[in-house]
């Protein structure tokens, strides 16, 4: 009977814990998070413009962010610094693009762009990811590829339906950024498996800032230092801690589970992100060709996102 009964008895598996949540629907989730918090950065860029020189707004976010990040960091990123010195060509390259050249970029941008083509513009960043990735050996898919189109036909009617297309220097220096954080994105798929979040978070922020040193001395001998007000002080602690430290550890997080491509499908959230802002504090219209074009972008994201790696 016993034996019978072990026969007819169906074996019982674990179910799966529904606090933990797959690693796919985790690394969108945190690159939308940092999609939305740098959209805020985008604001703040442009509301600096004629108060914080660019590279001293760029400078000074890396220092907030540095501090903010050595709790969990610093030590870290000692106990490997071993790895970090054999990679240090690497982490050089990642703090170059990611840090020091791209930000300040997207400052100097602002002295002349408006923060809604700044976020249109920066939304061409993802094809570059999947460029790069695909030059990459790594297949893209048909599904991923198809909400890539449909979102980037959204920002291009954005953009020239808008009127936006008649680029300024501030465009150009924006795509420049485009293309700097589109690199980093893409370089991010190889970095070393045993080297840990926070210590490369850490390690880049570090270099990042180093290597702003000899443009921030320039900054002040020529332009002079800015006023330390809340006006100034409270945006940069923004840009510092959570367009920074929260939204840079969301980002590379992100791109070590869903890769830079799938990501970088959820970054095209960046220009609806953007005109929602503008349109919440700037007071700036929402009119039917812009949400025609969220419309596509928000449709393309989705479409994209949940296809198969």
């Known amino acids: 009977m016993a034996q019978a009964l072990s026969q007819t008895t169906p074996t019982s598996t674990p179910a799966p814990d529904p606090r933990v949540p797959r690693p796919a629907v985790l690394g969108l989730a945190l690159a939308a998070l940092a999609t939305v918090v740098w ?12 108060s914080v020189p660019p590279v001293q707004h760029a400078f000074w976010r890396w220092v907030v962010a540095l501090v903010a990040v050595a709790p969990f960091g610093a030590r870290a990123a ?19 693009l990611g840090v020091a050249v791209y930000n300040t970029l997207v400052n100097q941008a602002g002295l002349t762009t408006p923060a809604a083509n700044m976020g249109m513009i920066m939304a061409a960043s993802p094809v570059l990811m999947a460029v790069l990735e695909r030059a990459g050996g790594v297949r893209l898919g048909a599904r991923r590829v198809t909400g890539l189109l449909i979102a980037c036909a959204g920002v291009v009617l954005l953009i020239g339906g808008a009127g936006a297309a008649s680029f300024s220097s501030g465009d150009l220096w924006m795509i420049a950024a485009a293309c700097s954080f589109g690199s980093y994105s893409a370089l991010l798929r190889r970095r070393p498996a045993e080297l840990e979040g926070t210590a490369f978070l850490f390690t880049t922020f570090l270099f990042g800032t180093v290597l702003l040193l000899p443009a ?28 920074s430290a929260v939204a840079f550890f969301a980002w590379n997080k992100a791109i070590s589970l869903v890769g830079p491509t799938r990501a970088g499908v959820v970054y095209y959230l960046q220009p609806v992100c953007v005109a929602l802002l503008s349109w919440a504090l700037l007071g700036e219209a ?15 994201v989705a479409f994209g996102a949940t296809g198969r790696r």
């Open 39 to 50: 959209a805020g950065s985008f604001v703040t860029s442009r509301a600096l413009h004629d």
């Open 78 to 96: 000692w106990r490997q610094r071993e790895l970090i010195r054999r990679h240090l060509r690497y982490v050089l390259l990642a703090s170059l």
């Open 216 to 243: 921030q001395g320039i900054s002040l001998a020529v332009q002079g230092g800015f006023d330390p007000r809340p006006g100034t002080v409270l945006p940069l602690l923004y840009v510092g801690v959570l367009s």
């Open 286 to 300: 929402v009119g039917p060709l812009q949400a025609l074009c969220m419309a596509l972008i928000l449709g393309g």
